[in-house]
């Protein structure tokens, strides 16, 4: 790992974790991280999104009482904004679903533990209970069951259910990069170790032998498979069986609170309410499922069109906290950042995600006092410019 305070000392800003992140990480590894689908069209257009909108602020406002403190489905967070879901984060960070749980426990703000985390579930929410899970179902509803007995068992509340990974995207950048799944031993997997010591020291085989082989641990009730295994088969995107009846079968096992994420399209929101969830997130999967799959942000008012009082949330291409005001602003109740914090957790482990947090935190509430708001519930439309420019008549 690199050294931590050398290397936070030049970090003003999440998007200063990337570069660092890509000297640190073997390439596979890191192009998995920061991979899309085929032409990364939907990653750019997450950015894009933003970049559209401008900021109307008002001035003459006694600022100094601002509050970042935000209520999102009944649970009160510092700030509004949380850690999304990220598979392999113990590939990227030692211990890193740990790390980015801890971190997040912390400061006061939700993490989604990915059902491709390499941590027990137990673990983590023995140091952080107040973790969200997010679940890719097995195909048989028993078996849903039993995860979800398991789930509740470990004090998860919070449900997550991912719907955009039902069919196997095109992901020929990871295949550029040289990433498979599961990992393979093979030559060039050992030339990124060697070349990336650092990594491979602190991180691969620190975790081999103070934890022992690394597994897909959260994916179903029981342990899967190993993540360096020439005959492990894992599949979390094939779930093509997926469907609102069982998504309805679900919602009757879980007495928990149940976000449906990776939704879009209006009409999905309407049967989410439906379906009595507590809460959506509005996302494209960061980019990676659907190449050309609108950016979350540009359906925001059309879902909350349909949402009633289901909590609206969103992620992707969230890198400053002008992005999660804009996006509040434009009604989401929440936010959730990705890449980033990944990034920092490789970096420099939990300080460096604990550091990405402050930093978003100074920036929000900067940005909050420059746009003459004393809460976030203050926020609204009135404060954003979405037209064009208009001459003088």
């Given at each position: 790992m690199i050294g931590r305070g ?26 998995y991280v920061s991979g899309a ?357």
């Amino acid at each position: 790992m690199i050294g931590r305070g050398r290397a936070l000392a030049r970090i003003y800003a999440l998007e200063d974790f990337e570069p660092l992140a890509r000297r640190h990480l073997p390439r596979p590894i890191f192009g998995y991280v920061s991979g899309a689908a085929e032409t990364n069209a939907s990653l750019a257009d997450n950015r894009a999104a933003f970049s559209e909108i401008g900021l109307l602020p008002r001035v003459g406002v006694d600022v100094s009482p601002r509050s970042l403190a935000t209520r999102v489905m009944g649970l009160g967070f510092a700030m509004p904004f949380g850690i999304a879901p990220m598979g392999v984060s113990a590939l990227t960070a030692y211990r890193g679903d740990l790390v980015l749980a801890r971190a997040a426990r912390a400061a006061c703000i939700p993490m989604i533990v990915s059902a491709a985390s390499l941590i027990p579930l137990e673990e983590i929410t023995a140091e952080a209970p107040d973790v969200w899970y997010q679940a890719y179902f097995p195909q048989h509803l028993s078996d849903i069951a039993a995860l979800l007995e398991r789930v509740a068992r470990a004090g998860v509340e919070t449900l997550v259910v991912t719907l955009d990974s039902a069919v196997v995207p095109s992901r020929e950048n990871n295949l550029r990069s040289g990433y498979r799944t599961p990992l393979r031993p093979n030559l060039a997997l050992l030339w990124q170790g060697m070349s990336h010591p650092r990594w491979a020291l602190g991180t691969f085989l620190r975790t081999y032998l103070q934890n022992g082989p690394p597994h897909f641990e959260n994916a179903t009730a029981t342990r899967g498979a190993p993540l360096l295994s020439r005959q492990a088969v894992r599949d979390f995107s094939g779930r093509e069986f997926l469907s609102w009846e069982l998504l309805a079968e679900v919602r009757k096992l879980w007495t928990g609170r149940m976000v449906l994420k990776g939704i879009l399209h209006p009409d999905d929101v309407a049967r989410a309410r439906a379906l009595g969830a507590e809460g959506v997130i509005l996302s494209n999967h960061g980019g990676r499922q659907l190449d050309g799959a609108v950016a979350p942000l540009r359906v925001l008012g059309a879902a909350l069109e349909r949402a009633g009082d289901m909590a609206v949330m969103i992620d992707g291409g969230i890198l400053r906290g002008t992005d999660i005001l804009k996006a509040m602003a434009l009604g989401a109740a929440f936010t959730f950042i990705g890449r980033p914090m990944n990034y920092a957790a490789a970096v420099a482990g939990e300080a460096g995600v604990a550091h990405a947090i402050a930093l978003m935190r100074v920036q929000l509430r900067a940005d909050l006092g420059m746009l003459g708001v004393l809460g976030l519930e203050d926020l609204g439309p009135s404060l954003l410019h979405t037209g064009g420019f208009r001459a003088v008549p």
